[in-house]
Structures are given as structure tokens and as C-alpha cells.
């Protein structure tokens, strides 16, 4: 790879990503509405806000590829999402198009399927639940990437990321943990496979308690090698056993689900 973009590069998960793919692009553009200061050997940094559709299109200009983390990633108002997570994934898909730009990692979310219930194994051919606004604004990501690819050809890694921390801290996280070092492997197995079309790709590590499944996705060649079951005991140990009839334990997305509507007072 020569010039890959990687959007929300100040966030939590953009700072871990810089670590963990350096050296991997001749230039890894960095972007983000907040400034990065710690620009290192390798990379460059350009601030954008993805809802103004000409900056993202200067943005893209030039690069190979682009690893989309940016835009809100937690729950909000609609206003909130709107910006970054409705108008700013069609720029970078418009963006991509008009730049040449043919593959896209795009950071989708577990919240996507949210409301499916935990004793449920979901798929690339599960439906849609969404558990929040924030997974609504996902849902609409996922169909506009495979919208430039049916028309356009603009190729996608729908990567619907568990929970990527150093480790898991809680019980749900002993399903949906994705190690930092996994998701950094996954980015490279996304732009390095010979065809990629647009492909859902459940974001976790090697967990026994998973309940998501790969098998389409297969041929990415995608094997993650670590596993919450190095921590298992210690997060047992830490987060206690709640009652069964507890709202937590229905659905896959826990507190997202569970939560009312952010705009109620």
C-alpha cells in the first residue's frame, strides 16, 4: 500500500490503529476534526470534517485505500449522528467514487444487529436489528457501501467490530472482544485479498463465548489469535453473575438495547 486514509484517527481506536499498522503504507493520511500533534515517520495529517463533501473529496484524492473509523461512535441525537455518520459515510463513499479509490474498510458496529437475542449464532445473512440510533446510522452505512458496489464497483469490508480494548472488561465483552492486534491484522487481510466485493465480517477475536459467525467471509482469510479465554477468569472474577431475568441478558447489544430513546428528557 502507498497512501492509505485513515479516518478518526484521534479517536480510541484510530490512535490504537496508528500503533499497530506502522510501517504497513508507505503514507497513512490521518484525519480527523480534532488536530493530531504526534505525527510521526510515515505519516501525515489533514484535518476534515466528513460532512462538507468537497474537503472529503481533497481528502481522498491520491490514496490507495481507506480505513473508515470516523464519525460518532457512541449513542446520541439524531442531529448528533447525522454529520459524521449519515452525511459523512456517503462523502467518503461519493469521495471514493469520483477519486478511483476501489476499497474501503468501514468500521461498522455490533449495534447493527443489537436486538438479536444472545442465545441466537448470527452471520453475514442475519437481518438487521439495531439496537440505537448510533446502530441505525451503521445499518445505513452498510447499505450505501453496498450500493457503490453493485453500481460503481467501490469494494467494502463491512466490519461489524465488537468491542476493541486491550481486553474485555465485563462478561458481554468475553463474546464480542476484538484484540487490537486482530483488528490490525484484519485491515491488512481487507486490502491485501485478490477480490473483496462487499462482504460483512463480524469484528471479535478467537472467543469460545462468540456469538457471531465468519464463514462468508472466509476467504478474506481473516484467523484471528487471540481469545477472550485469556481473561476469562479474571473478568468472572470481577463482574458479577446477574439474574437471568435481567434486561442485560436478552439482546447482544446490552445497554444499547436496553436504554430508552436518547432524545427523552
Not at 68 to 78: A, I, M, N, R, W
Not at 208 to 233: C, I, L, M, Y
Not at 236 to 246: E, F, G, I, K, T
Request: proline share 3%; glycine share 10%.
Amino acid at each position: 500500500m502507498k497512501r492509505v486514509l485513515l479516518t478518526g484517527a484521534a479517536g480510541t481506536l484510530g490512535t490504537a490503529m496508528r500503533k499497530a499498522l506502522a510501517g504497513w503504507a508507505d503514507e497513512l493520511l490521518l484525519s480527523d476534526l480534532i488536530p493530531v500533534d504526534d505525527v510521526n515517520a510515515g505519516e501525515s495529517f489533514v484535518a476534515c470534517d466528513l460532512g462538507d463533501l468537497d474537503s472529503v473529496i481533497e481528502l481522498v484524492r491520491g490514496c490507495d485505500g481507506i480505513i473508515h473509523l470516523g464519525g460518532q461512535s457512541v449513542e446520541g441525537t439524531f442531529d448528533s449522528i447525522l454529520n459524521g455518520n449519515l452525511k459523512g459515510t456517503y462523502h467518503i463513499y461519493e469521495a471514493a467514487r469520483q477519486m478511483g479509490v476501489k476499497r474501503v474498510f468501514f468500521a461498522s458496529s455490533n449495534h447493527v444487529v443489537g436486538f438479536h437475542s444472545r442465545e441466537e449464532r448470527l452471520d453475514a445473512k442475519s437481518p438487521m436489528r439495531p439496537d440505537s440510533l448510533y446502530g441505525v446510522s451503521k445499518g445505513f452505512g452498510e447499505l450505501m457501501a453496498q450500493y457503490y458496489f453493485d453500481k460503481f464497483g467501490v469494494e467494502s469490508a463491512l466490519v461489524r467490530i465488537g468491542s476493541c480494548l486491550p481486553k474485555p472488561i465485563d462478561r458481554r465483552m468475553l463474546s464480542t472482544w476484538l484484540s487490537e492486534g486482530d483488528m490490525a491484522d484484519l485491515i491488512k487481510k481487507v486490502f491485501m485479498v485478490n477480490r473483496l466485493g462487499c462482504t460483512v465480517i463480524y469484528g471479535a477475536s478467537n472467543n469460545p463465548w462468540s456469538w457471531w459467525d465468519n464463514r462468508h467471509a472466509n476467504f478474506v482469510g481473516w484467523q484471528p489469535k487471540e481469545s477472550s479465554a485469556t481473561f476469562e477468569q479474571e473478568v468472572l472474577a470481577n463482574d458479577p453473575l446477574l439474574d437471568d431475568d435481567n434486561p442485560l441478558l436478552l439482546f447482544q447489544g446490552g445497554v444499547f438495547a436496553t436504554a430508552g430513546h436518547f432524545e427523552d428528557k
